[in-house]
Each structure stands twice: as structure tokens, then as C-alpha cells.
């Protein structure tokens, strides 16, 4: 990347695994979380759980420190919606991934999340809903179109379409939505299903989802695409930490939090989404099944291999996949 390219938001905000899990001794860095587990999707909720809990924890202590200096703003955006900050800027990263589309409800839910959001936050820069996106896997980041042209040509079409189509056939269940949110962004974060609301497969009819199938669950998703692209190309991920989230806006100024007591209502008012969203979307212990709150990973569309400058959700379809 040219020299003169602004530092990213993202490469001033620190993503740390929170689970407690090492995985730097693994040649697929998600297994080490799935044998921690032994296996087990509650074990594998847990841990997700802990991270995205432990990480917000941390960043309400960040926010609200006596010492904080500002939110991180991301230039590279800045630019990109006001031309007159650089006259003629375009992002030049190019990436390769293979993004989960959020089916027709769970970006409504978005929209109605956004909408509180911008309650305190009305400068607060928007993922378009078109353009949202959970990462299954990313292959590379912050390349030229070249170098990303090559590594499409080295994963091979038989490779790009077993990857899309996967989930038609290996469908993983994603659950309790929640607000994550640090310095630079906010998401909408989810928990890998552990058979909440579900019948054994004793029980249920031919067609319905059991707890058994939860089994398979995100990690495993993410692990599986691991395992298949590696086989063909070298995979250059910036993070691989237990989360599942799809962002959902970007700090692009101060000006909505420029003091303490902004922060703290803007801080406050995250909770209470968050305290809605678990009332309104979350399954109780043992209790009914809530489809508006869950995602089927594939629902509506397979897997979306996509390149070119997509860090806000841009990019071209290679290939989509297969969908249920």
C-alpha cells in the first residue's frame, strides 16, 4: 500500500481473543477453541460469550476512563464520504473473503438497531443494509487487484464452489444477538447455538431442525472453510478471534461524544438495546424457540466469495452460493 494511505481504524484497534484459548500452535488456528470444548457447542457458546462480554466490559471502562482521548476515527472512510477531505482518494486495499449474507429478518433487526443508535449517536456512519456481512473466512486483506486476481486463480473454480455452496449442506445456528462495540465501530454480534428451543431428534418431525444438528456449529463452519482453502492457497486472516458479528456503523467524528457525559448516555443507551434485544430475542433457559432472533448461516444465500475494496461492505461477487 502507498505510503501516503491514512492508518486504518482497524490498525489502531486491537482485537484480542478473550476466550482464554491459545491457538497459536495450531496449523488451523480453529481447532484449538473446538478441542478446549471437547467437542461441545455449550462449551463453544461459553467461550464465545465470554469474549464478546469481557471485550465490551473493557471497552465501558476505555470510554468512560478519566484518561480517555477520543474515539478512533477512521480516515480512510472519512474520505471516502466526503471527497472534499481528499479530492480524487480511492481506497486502494483490495481483500478476498467469504462472507455469510443476514437473511430478510436479521437485517430488519439491523435497521431497528441503527435506528436507536443514531438516538445519541446522529453522526454515526451507517453499514448500508445491502451491504452487510458476517466474515466466515477471510483469505487476505490490503492487497493490489493483482496479487488478489492470482490467489482467485490458485483456490481454483471446484475450490470456490464447494466453499459457497457449503452451508447449503452444513448449517450452523447462530443466536442472542447483542451490541458489540468498541472505540472505532459497533456490531451486532451473535453466539453459536447450543440446541436452545429445539426438540431431540427423537421427537421432532422429518423437517425440523434438532438440537443434535447444533452440533455443527459456526466455529466449525469457520474451521471447515479453513481447512479447504488452505489446502490451495496460503490464508492471511488479520483476526480469528471467537466472534461472529456483522458491523453496523462506524465513528467517523467526536462530535457526539466529545465529553464525558455524552459517552456515559451513548454507553447507557447501548445497554439498553442490549437489555431489549435479549428480552425480545434471546430463547430462555429451556424455553420456546425465537426465529426472529436467530440466523441459519446460508438462509436466502450461500456463502458470497467476494473481492476487490470491500473493508464498508463494496466489492465484486466472484461467486454466491447455493441457499435454503
Not at 113 to 134: G, I
Not at 195 to 218: A, I, M
Request: net charge negative; glycine share 6%.
Amino acid at each position: 500500500m502507498p505510503s501516503t494511505l491514512p492508518p486504518s481504524a482497524d490498525s489502531r484497534n486491537k482485537f484480542e481473543d478473550l476466550s482464554g484459548v491459545d491457538s497459536t500452535q495450531y496449523s488451523n488456528p480453529y481447532d484449538a477453541l473446538i478441542e478446549a470444548c471437547r467437542d461441545d457447542p455449550a462449551k463453544l457458546q461459553d467461550k464465545y460469550s465470554a469474549h464478546r462480554v469481557t471485550r465490551n466490559s473493557q471497552q465501558k471502562e476505555k470510554l468512560l476512563s478519566s484518561d480517555f482521548s477520543g474515539l478512533i476515527l477512521d480516515p480512510i472512510l472519512q474520505r471516502l464520504t466526503d471527497s472534499s477531505v481528499q479530492p480524487g482518494f480511492r481506497d486502494p486495499r483490495h481483500c478476498l473473503v467469504f462472507w455469510a449474507r443476514p437473511p430478510t429478518h436479521i437485517r430488519s433487526l439491523v435497521e431497528r438497531v441503527q435506528h436507536k443508535l443514531l438516538r445519541l449517536a446522529p453522526n454515526l456512519w451507517l453499514m448500508p443494509l445491502q451491504n452487510l456481512h458476517l466474515t466466515a473466512l477471510e483469505i487476505t486483506h490490503s492487497l493490489t487487484e493483482p496479487e488478489i486476481e492470482t490467489i482467485v486463480s490458485q483456490l481454483g473454480q471446484p475450490v470456490i464452489r464447494s466453499m459457497t455452496d457449503y452451508t447449503y449442506s452444513h448449517r450452523a445456528r447462530l443466536i442472542k444477538p447483542m451490541i458489540s462495540y468498541d472505540g472505532a465501530a459497533l456490531a451486532l454480534s451473535f453466539l453459536p447455538a447450543s440446541g436452545e428451543g429445539l426438540p431431540s431428534k427423537e421427537s421432532s418431525n422429518l423437517d425440523e431442525r434438532t438440537r443434535e444438528e447444533d452440533s455443527f456449529t459456526y466455529h466449525h463452519l469457520r474451521r471447515d472453510l479453513f481447512n479447504i482453502a488452505k489446502e490451495a492457497v496460503h490464508i492471511n486472516s488479520r483476526y480469528v478471534v471467537p466472534s461472529s458479528h456483522i458491523t453496523v456503523g462506524r465513528f467517523l467524528t467526536q462530535d457526539d461524544h466529545d465529553t464525558p457525559g455524552k459517552m456515559e448516555l451513548f454507553i447507557r443507551e447501548i445497554e439498553d438495546i442490549n437489555a431489549w434485544l435479549q428480552e425480545a430475542y434471546w430463547p430462555e433457559n429451556g424455553g420456546d424457540r425465537i426465529e426472529d432472533g436467530e440466523w441459519i448461516v446460508g438462509q436466502e444465500k450461500g456463502l458470497d466469495f467476494r473481492h476487490g475494496t470491500l473493508w464498508y461492505g463494496g466489492g465484486t461477487t466472484i461467486r454466491l452460493g447455493k441457499g435454503f
